[in-house]
Each structure stands twice: as structure tokens, then as C-alpha cells.
């Protein structure tokens, strides 16, 4: 039996004070703290949410994911981090994987926890939510996500343009995450379903420089990496 826990940790959207409560117990007493980042990048949106609530002991270990789709690259990245996660709770320590936004929804923990249960089943595991960028955002803006019958659709914004346009026909409100480097395809299917002049657009919320503005162009410049976008069903003029 693997003697720590791995509590993959929601952070939040980027605002220090948007960690739950629990998050923030976890994050204060876990001695080993993983922080995922690209090869190609050492900096952690993640970590530096987290950072006011860590301990002062607490080691932070790098965990290297890839920004690719190579399958036998992620793979091996996979392997290498579950095996690093492993080895520390192995030694008896509880170790804190960090996440932005919610460790469930597009997140790398996802892979990780697949990893490292195929590589040691008993690992004892423990999963705190956080606050999504998209909740922030719609909190920020007053948006109403869904009530009644309604319906609330998240897509990730790396695919087709007419797989997105299908998609939106269908949804009362949708949330367009990733919405950076497929931008033209992302504009492109909000303007086929009448949603490009209403849809917000909203760029590192709760983060330093954050913006949110109404109206989507296909002529607009790509936008930063963490962007969204929320739009509503168009409303019909008898």
C-alpha cells in the first residue's frame, strides 16, 4: 500500500482568494507540492495562485507535460510524471498536484491520475474542486449560465470550426474553452450560428491584465493563451 495521499488540488482561475477553503488546508500542510508546466516554459499559473497558502517547507517538484499531441511523447511524459508522484508517496509524504481552474475539467490531472492508477492501483487519492475561469468570468459579467430548461454546453475551442457551429446550433449558452489557438475556426462558427456579435470574450480572468469584451470577429486578432468565450443562444425578433 502506498503510504501518502495525492490530492489533486483545484486552484481557481488565478485569484489567490478564489481557493476554497479546503483547497487551502491541504495546501498548508502538503509537504510535496506538483506543479505541472511546459518543457518550454518553467513558469506555473498554478503555482503562483497557490503560493500564499503553502507551507514554508514545502518542496515543489516540476512535473513536465507537454504541449503536444504526439501520442508516444505524452505518453512517455505521463509515465515520468506518475513515476515522480509515486516515488514521493511512497516514502510515506502526501503530495498536492495543482491545478487551474478544476482538476476535472481539461486538465492535466486527468492524465496523471489514469498513470498512476494503471501503475499502482492502491494509491490513495483525493480530489478538491475549484472554481472554473468560465464561472469567474460569468460572475464578472453578470451572465446568467442556465436556469430553467436550459441547457449549458463546455467545448474545447481546438476543434473543427463546423464541429463547433453543430454544437453551438444546439446550445442555450455554450462556454468555448482554449479559445486561443483555434481563434479563426472559433469566429468563424460563432458568426454561422448569429452568435458572434454577443459572445463574450474574456482573457486571463482573475489574473493580472485580465479583459472582457462583447463581440467576436474572424478579423480579430488571436487572443492569450487563457481566453474563453461565453455565448448565449441568439434572441429571435418576432
Known amino acids: 500500500m502506498i503510504g501518502g495521499t495525492l490530492y489533486a488540488v483545484g486552484v481557481g482561475p488565478g485569484a489567490p482568494d478564489l481557493i476554497t477553503l479546503r483547497a487551502a488546508r491541504v495546501l498548508g500542510r502538503a509537504p510535496v507540492i506538483l506543479a505541472a508546466a511546459s518543457p518550454r516554459n518553467d513558469a506555473s499559473a498554478a503555482l503562483e495562485t497557490a503560493r500564499p497558502h503553502l507551507s514554508p517547507d514545502a518542496r515543489i517538484l516540476r512535473l513536465d507535460f507537454p504541449m503536444t499531441r504526439e501520442e508516444t511523447t505524452l505518453?512517455?511524459?505521463w509515465r515520468a510524471a506518475a513515476e515522480t508522484t509515486l516515488a514521493v508517496l511512497a516514502g510515506g509524504e502526501d503530495a498536492a498536484f495543482l491545478t487551474i481552474g478544476d482538476p476535472l475539467i481539461y486538465s492535466t490531472f486527468g492524465y496523471l491520475l489514469?498513470?498512476?492508477r494503471a501503475l499502482a492501483p492502491e494509491t490513495a487519492v483525493e480530489i478538491i474542486p475549484g472554481i472554473t475561469s468560465f464561472q469567474a468570468a460569468a460572475a464578472?459579467?453578470?451572465t446568467i449560465l442556465c436556469e430553467g430548461e436550459q441547457s449549458l454546453r463546455i467545448l474545447p475551442g481546438i476543434r473543427r470550426g463546423e464541429d463547433l457551429a453543430g454544437e453551438l446550433a444546439g446550445a442555450d449558452m455554450a462556454v468555448i474553452l482554449k479559445a486561443y489557438r483555434n481563434f479563426p475556426a472559433i469566429a468563424g462558427a460563432?458568426?454561422?450560428?448569429?452568435r458572434a456579435q454577443d459572445a463574450l470574450?474574456?482573457?486571463h480572468v482573475e489574473r493580472p491584465g485580465a479583459e472582457v469584451r462583447r463581440g467576436v470577429s474572424e478579423e480579430d486578432a488571436r487572443p492569450?493563451?487563457?481566453s474563453l468565450i461565453l455565448s448565449g443562444r441568439p434572441v429571435r425578433m418576432e
Open 190 to 194: 460563432l458568426a454561422a450560428t448569429g
Open 201 to 203: 470574450l474574456a482573457s
Open 75 to 77: 505518453r512517455e511524459a
Open 140 to 142: 464578472r459579467t453578470q
Open 114 to 116: 489514469r498513470t498512476v
Open 224 to 226: 492569450p493563451y487563457m
